[in-house]
C-alpha cells in the first residue's frame, strides 16, 4: 500500500477498503457514508452531481428537494409503473406500462386514459360551450 502523510491529509495510491463509517467534510456541509446503515447522506445544499458535465444534480436546500437536469436530451424517468405522489401517500399522477395513466386531485381521478380514448371525471370549466365543442 502506498500511503503518504500529507500536511493536508493522506494520499492514498492503490485501491483502499474502509471498516468504519467515512465522513468527507465539504465547503458547506459533509457526505457521510453510514457503514451500518448501508447508505450515503449528504447534508442541506450539498450535490450528488452525475455526468461528465455535471448534467444531473439532486440536491435538498433545507427547505425543498431538486432534480436538476442541465444537459443534453431528456429527464427520463421509467418504470413498468410510474406514480408521482405526496409522502402522505396520495398520488398526483399514475401510469402504468400499456396500461391507463391518471392525473388526480385529492387522490381523487379526474383524467383516465384508456385504450379508446379516456375519461374526464365531474364537469369541464369552460368559457363557453362553444369553446368545450371545440376541444372534443
Known amino acids: 500500500v502506498n ?15 474502509f471498516n468504519e463509517d467515512v465522513t468527507f467534510q465539504c465547503a458547506s456541509g459533509t457526505i457521510v457514508f453510514d457503514k451500518s446503515a ?20 439532486i440536491f435538498h436546500d433545507g427547505s425543498n428537494s431538486h432534480i436538476e437536469d442541465a444537459g443534453t436530451g431528456s429527464l427520463l424517468i421509467k418504470g413498468d409503473g410510474v406514480s408521482i405522489g405526496a409522502s402522505s401517500g396520495e398520488f398526483y399522477f399514475r401510469g402504468f406500462e400499456n ?16 385504450s379508446n380514448g379516456g375519461l374526464v371525471y365531474k364537469r369541464y370549466r369552460y368559457r363557453s360551450f362553444k369553446n368545450m365543442l371545440k376541444s372534443i
Open 38 to 57: 448501508n447508505d450515503l447522506t449528504f447534508s442541506d445544499s450539498v450535490k450528488a452531481r452525475f455526468g461528465d458535465s455535471n448534467d444531473l444534480t
Open 99 to 114: 396500461g391507463a395513466s391518471s392525473l388526480r386531485f385529492d387522490n381523487s381521478q379526474k383524467l383516465v386514459t384508456l
Open 3 to 17: 500511503l503518504f502523510t500529507l500536511a493536508g491529509g493522506i494520499d492514498v495510491d492503490a485501491a483502499s477498503n
